[in-house]
């Protein structure tokens, strides 16, 4: 399994993939007109894992990879690979 942070239109998603090519989405982060947003996924309901307004992507970045949201998603611990890989041909043209 691969754990790291993928470039997206408006903001980076954390993602891990499994060994089979299967992808999961445990954490997100959108640049927007108001600032910077920043959510770690969960399978319940937990407000405090998502934040508004941080000074900057790298802090948020910090903020989701604090909550270790992909433990609820595939139950292991797994490291967050360095770098962010650029976005995906798809979204490219959305």
């Not at 992909?70 to 890989?85: A, M």
Request: hydrophobic content about 35%; proline content about 5%.
């Amino acid at each position: 399994m691969e754990l790291y942070w993928r470039k997206r239109k408006r903001g980076l998603d954390l993602i891990v993939e499994t060994d089979g090519g299967e992808e999961v989405k445990v954490g997100g982060i959108r640049e927007t007109k108001r600032g910077i947003q920043a959510m770690a996924f969960t399978t319940g309901y937990d407000p405090g894992r998502a934040a508004q307004d941080i000074p900057s992507i790298e802090e948020a970045m910090k903020f989701v990879e604090t909550f270790e949201p992909w433990r609820d998603f595939v139950g292991e611990p797994l490291t967050v690979s360095q770098g962010v890989r650029p976005m995906k041909e798809t979204e490219e043209g959305e």
